[in-house]
């Protein structure tokens, strides 16, 4: 869409708030990317090297660095594991100089259908930086390495997002956007989730032409979203920002309204598309609204996606939309098109976390840029009441009768939620 821009922002960086390009890159204009893996057989590594050469290519200036071993040198013989890569480890007192960056890459392993134990450790250690919310608002991506096909390949990746969502960092997966990841040609790793390469059982097998080429393809992607989404902006932008939820009692409507009041706080022109409570069928298809909907999302900057859980996801109602959504899939209408969700649930623990966490498959083969909102409200910490909202998004508890309403700190998160995503999207639209 186009937008006029005027004087770009200088804003001071502020813990818990989104953050700005890195102030190294203010400095000489250049993206800095720092690129974490860990690597136990050379796999990751060799993508690695690709998504770098992508990143360059893209215009980024990265840093290399490998993650610690937390194995012994003696199990890892055993495990005939070869030396490690000659690139810098990053040890735990240098944990402190990753604000520094405007963006991220991780590549790791799977273990078991997620991350392994070493990157784990990893993220582990970056306590401190979550306290201070020094990397909300900064976009990262990733890639893995499996043993077998269907081992862990979207898996490794979704569970991973646990770890971006509590730092409020924005998840930028690869979607479709490359077409090598539809080829059926031949048995090839990747997903819409990220590079990905199979090692085989015994870690035999090593990544393939078309895997490396995917890898180098998800680097110069991340190149141009990290660059949308870390630049200044347009400071007199008007982002059009649609909100799109399902109610079945009236608790989602309600937090909705909140988004809306938050998001047209910080400057966005919201539109607002309530679904109806019934599916209807035609020529064999489901639909919820009218095609001429969905033909009119590619128009919008970003976009709220509300629902109540169904059994820890989302609804069969806001299924049905994304499933009419497939023609703009086909065309890769909706990637890199900035996405944010909210819900509500009958229970404490009953899917305040899941239906975010599950709604971002759809995100996802979209290549929509997840944006949680992490601890940028400091009313998600309270123990002082019961409330929903999660790093996810806010939230509300509905009570098993839904005769619960929607407290003043769940509105009040939503509202937050509704501003904190409206700059976030100010940034992506030049």
């Not at 109602?317 to 703009?328: E, N, V």
């Amino acid at each position: 869409m186009g937008h006029a821009c005027s004087k770009k922002s200088t804003a001071e960086i502020k813990p818990n708030q989104p953050a700005q390009a890195g102030g190294a890159a203010a400095a000489d204009g250049k993206l800095k990317v720092a690129l974490i893996y860990y690597t136990m057989y050379g796999h990751v590594k060799t993508l690695a090297d690709e998504v770098k050469s992508g990143l360059e290519a893209g215009g980024a200036e990265v840093t290399m660095y490998q993650v610690p071993e937390i194995l012994p040198e003696e199990v890892l013989k055993k495990m005939g594991a070869p030396p490690k890569p000659a690139d810098a480890v990053l040890e735990h007192g240098m944990i402190d100089s990753l604000p520094d960056f405007d963006a991220f890459v991780f590549g790791f392993p799977t273990r078991f259908g997620m991350m392994c134990s070493q990157f784990k450790s990893f993220i582990d250690g970056t306590g401190g930086l979550w306290m201070g919310g020094k990397l909300a608002g900064k976009p990262a991506s990733i890639f893995t390495s499996t043993g077998t096909q269907g081992g862990g390949v979207e898996t490794t990746i979704l569970t991973a997002v646990t770890q971006l969502t509590h730092h409020g960092m924005l998840f930028v997966p690869m979607g479709y956007s490359s077409q090598d990841v539809l080829s059926m040609g031949e048995m090839h790793g990747a997903s819409p989730y990220g590079a990905h390469a199979f090692a085989g059982p015994d870690g035999s097998r090593q990544p393939s032409a078309l895997e490396k080429k995917i890898a180098a393809h998800q680097g110069s992607h991340c190149a141009a979203m990290f660059k949308k989404f870390t630049g200044a902006g347009c400071a007199g932008a008007k982002p059009k920002i649609a909100i799109i939820f399902f109610s079945a009692y009236g608790h989602v409507k309600t937090l909705s309204e909140s988004v809306k009041k938050g998001s047209e706080s910080s400057g966005a022109e919201v539109t607002v598309i309530e679904l109806p409570g019934k599916i209807t069928t035609a020529d064999g298809k489901n639909s919820v609204v009218d095609q001429s909907v969905i033909d009119s999302l590619p128009d919008y900057d970003g976009f709220f996606f509300g629902s109540p859980t169904r059994f820890g996801m989302m609804s069969s109602i806001m299924k049905t939309f994304f499933d009419q959504t497939a023609s703009l899939w086909m065309a890769g209408k909706l990637v890199g098109k900035p996405v944010s969700f909210f819900t509500s649930t009958g229970t404490q623990g009953g899917g305040t976390e899941t239906t975010a966490m599950t709604a971002l498959t759809q995100f996802t083969h979209h290549g929509m840029v997840f944006v949680p909102i992490g601890y940028t409200a400091q009313e998600v910490l309270s123990m002082d009441e019961l409330h929903g909202g999660s790093p996810w998004g806010a939230s509300t508890f509905a009570a098993a009768d839904g005769s619960r309403q929607p407290s003043a700190l769940e509105l009040k998160i939503a509202t937050h939620q509704g501003s904190y995503f409206t700059n976030i999207v100010k940034k992506s639209i030049a």
